[in-house]
């Protein structure tokens, strides 16, 4: 039974466009969520993070939505660069057990 | 950089066979994490551990896994009479478990298993 969905297992923008990466869960529980960022051959690296009480938070290029009413997170990520392309798992926590989803794979084109 | 450390970072086994995957966490880090991700899935979560307290084993897949920690550091992973769905990378992340927005994972580079 999959807690954190990520629906869409790929997306392409252009270089200096808005990426938008989606993310649904389930558990209202869950008290904070998280982004990684994924290369191959290579484990998850955090990127942002954002806690239950809070429905933005920005880094940079960064930025994450969390709508609770419709258990909903999203990572905009502007302007994209190709360094960006990675695969992108969004995960979630409560009483530090983590869900991660499947990944978005993202390709920014040049 | 003390990153965590995962090694083997390849292993090829046959069916049947006994594998011991290790992680090395981030100094200080009391919190370390055993996940898979099998192919074209998510990373699923294996199982816990916090300090001294006993791990939170509830993702372990069957009771041919298991894991210890000792000395709150270095952590063994063991998977026995290995089968070939157990075919997956195995990551292992660490953090300082601190309340709040801190409380990020720093992930290994993960373990390549492959049962034939």
Not at chain 1, 52 to 58: A, G, L, R, T
Request: charged share 20%.
């Amino acid at each position: 039974d999959q807690q954190v969905k990520q629906n869409s297992p790929s997306l392409s923008v252009q270089e200096g466009r808005i990426s938008i990466l989606n993310c649904d869960y389930t558990n209202s529980m869950f008290d904070y969520f998280l982004w990684y960022k994924k290369y191959p051959a290579e484990g998850p690296t955090f990127l942002i993070s954002i806690s239950s009480i809070k429905d933005k938070n920005e880094d940079g290029r960064f930025t994450v939505f969390l709508n609770k009413s419709a258990k909903h997170l999203s990572l905009h990520i502007v302007p994209s660069q190709p360094g960006d392309s990675a695969v992108y798992f969004c995960a979630a926590s409560a009483s530090n057990q983590f869900y991660f989803g499947t990944g978005t794979s993202l390709t920014v084109i040049p | 950089g003390a990153g965590v450390s995962q090694s083997p970072s390849n292993k090829v086994t046959e069916k049947g066979k006994d594998v011991e995957l290790r992680c090395d966490p981030i100094s200080g880090h009391t919190a370390l994490y055993w996940y898979r991700q099998s192919l074209g899935q998510g990373l699923e979560f294996l199982i816990y551990f916090q300090g001294n307290s006993a791990p939170d084993k509830s993702g372990l897949p069957s009771d041919r896994f298991s894991a210890e920690r000792t000395g709150g550091s270095v952590s063994t992973l063991t998977i026995q009479r290995t089968q070939q769905e157990d075919s997956a990378v195995y990551l292992c992340a660490s953090s300082l478990a601190l309340a709040g927005e801190s409380n990020e994972q720093f992930f290994g580079p993960g373990t390549r298993l492959t049962v034939l």
